[in-house]
């Protein structure tokens, strides 16, 4: 799925210089071809990461850096998968629907961490290697149309 998603991105996202706008699509694109329960990007912000484009039920809106998978991943500058978000420490409970989650850095041109792409499902165990490098595929098509 995530060798078919690739190119209906990168086309999404050839010519589009507004930044919302390509989170938004790829946020869509992601939620349409999988059904993720949520899906959504943290922008850093201010210090912090801020709730920028989504889908699925109401999300935190701001995220400390040193809170939850969404800050460690950004402290990290990795990927991290939770198979159970019961067991993370720390985890910020926005739903307790969400069973597991992935959590993936977006880097600008620069290299820089500019946000991070948020992934929950409402089952355990859900995430695997193959999602984690198809999803660090797709966010790579941003480095390009990131501030």
């Given at each position: 799925m995530y060798a078919a998603l690739l190119p209906q991105v990168r086309a999404l996202l050839e010519g589009e210089t507004d930044w919302i706008a390509n989170l938004a699509n790829v946020v869509a694109a992601l939620r349409e071809a999988f059904g993720?329960?949520?899906?959504?990007?943290?922008?850093?912000?201010?210090?912090?990461?801020?709730?920028?484009?989504?889908?699925?039920?109401?999300?935190?809106?701001?995220?400390?850096f040193d809170r939850g998978v969404c800050g460690h991943a950004y402290r990290t500058g990795a990927t991290v998968i939770v198979p159970d978000v019961e067991l993370f420490p720390g985890h910020i409970a926005c739903?307790?629907?969400?069973?597991?989650?992935?959590?993936?850095?977006?880097?600008?041109?620069?290299?820089?961490?500019c946000a991070v792409l948020d992934v929950?499902?409402?089952?355990?165990?859900?995430?695997?290697?193959?999602?984690?490098?198809?999803?660090?595929?797709?966010?790579?098509?941003?480095?390009?149309?990131?501030?």
């Open positions: 993720f329960f949520w899906i959504g990007f943290y922008r850093v912000k201010d210090g912090e990461l801020v709730l920028g484009p989504f889908q699925g039920p109401v999300a935190c809106t701001r995220i400390a739903s307790s629907l969400s069973k597991s989650e992935i959590v993936v850095p977006v880097r600008n041109s620069l290299g820089e961490i929950d499902s409402d089952r355990l165990d859900d995430f695997s290697e193959e999602d984690r490098a198809g999803l660090e595929s797709l966010v790579g098509l941003l480095a390009n149309h990131s501030r």
